[in-house]
């Protein structure tokens, strides 16, 4: 709809909003509100006594945050990660 200029307002995630206003330079143009419309949690199950897998797990999301992979896959959809 925002490509076709008919859509007033849109509720889509946060995730999918960054990367569309970064495809289609739209950050002029588009109100992203501060207060999100949907909030998302993830977990990983890991089976008991499995100690090993949870600190390899642990280890690899606390590296992500200077990982030059993963932040060029950030920058590459246009995605911020606010902590």
């Known amino acids: 709809m ?3 200029k008919r859509g007033d307002f849109v509720a889509t995630s946060l995730t999918i909003a960054q990367y569309m206003v970064s495809k289609f330079n739209l950050d002029k143009k588009l109100y992203i509100s501060s207060r999100p419309d949907d909030n998302y949690t993830r977990h990983f199950l890991v089976l008991n006594g499995r100690k090993d897998i949870q600190l390899f797990l642990n280890r690899t999301i606390f590296k992500m945050a200077t990982d030059p992979i993963w932040q060029a ?3 590459k959809f246009g995605l911020r990660i606010f902590a």
Request: aromatic share 0%; no cysteine; hydrophobic share 85%.
């Open 2 to 4: 925002l490509a076709a």
């Open 73 to 75: 896959a950030l920058e």
